[in-house]
């Protein structure tokens, strides 16, 4: 910036980084819970159009908790850099860890880079087959990438949520019912009021499904699963 308006790189940085933090603390949470068959998504959006979980690839899902605009432009890209390398490769080459990766770099040279950062936190989700384990990385503004394992938590009160699920889940892989009802009291544990069944996006990448993993629930599978 021209002088007299110096800022020291440090001060900058951390300028830019409680930008990101506050605007993807206003966003709505979004959990990723490992289960018996594959990985479950859960998120609180009240909104029935603007998904917060998607798919990108046969076995991969998104997630992007902050501000839509710009996750729904990481969505779109990782699409289009998931089907190039698919499709110059193979579908086999086109994967978790490297589609995370990707997206770490992006983040990070943007954070680093740009005046203004990106105001997001996402999620890449890969099931794993043939014995595999699940893949869940979260991304966080500036580029770091955490491999997470058994559940993970971006957007909204994160920490609080992370607490709650910390403290209850059981020590084997849960069902299906069980998962989603312990993502439901998660989200509700970071809300001041009882969540409507109406306003959850809930989503799973299901191993035993032939073909394409991923599998969006509508509201009344989820009342069912929950009743059991």
């Not at 299901?206 to 599998?215: P, V």
């Given at each position: 910036m021209p002088l007299p308006?110096?800022?020291s790189p440090e001060q900058m940085m951390q300028d830019k980084a409680e930008y990101a933090k506050k605007g993807i603390a206003k966003g709505r949470s979004i959990v990723a819970m490992e289960y018996a068959d594959g990985v479950l998504l859960t998120a609180d959006n009240p909104s029935a159009s603007l998904h917060k979980i998607s798919e990108i690839y046969d076995t991969i899902a998104f997630s992007g908790a902050g501000k839509y605009s710009e996750f729904e432009n990481l969505r779109k890209a990782g699409i289009r850099h998931a089907d190039l390398k698919g499709f110059a490769y193979s579908r086999e080459d086109v994967t978790a860890r490297s589609l995370a990766n990707t997206y770490s770099q992006a983040l990070g040279t943007i954070f680093s880079q740009e005046l203004k950062p990106l105001e997001?936190?996402?999620?890449?989700?890969g099931?794993?087959?043939s014995g595999q384990p699940n893949e869940i990385y979260r991304i966080s503004?500036?580029?770091s990438i955490i491999d997470e394992r058994g559940f993970a938590v971006i957007g909204g009160?994160?920490?609080?949520?992370?607490?709650?699920l910390k403290?209850?889940?059981?020590?084997?892989?849960?069902s299906l019912s069980q998962a989603l009802s312990l993502s439901l009291a998660a989200l509700e544990s970071g809300s001041t009021q009882k969540l409507a069944l109406e306003s959850l996006e809930v989503a799973v990448l299901?191993?035993?499904?032939?073909?394409?993993?991923?599998?969006r629930i509508p509201v009344q599978d989820v009342k069912r699963l929950l009743a059991t």
């Open positions: 308006y110096y800022v997001v936190e996402i999620l890449v989700v099931v794993g087959s503004f500036d580029g009160r994160a920490e609080v949520l992370q607490g709650f403290d209850r889940l059981p020590g084997t892989l849960p299901d191993r035993t499904r032939d073909g394409r993993k991923f599998r």
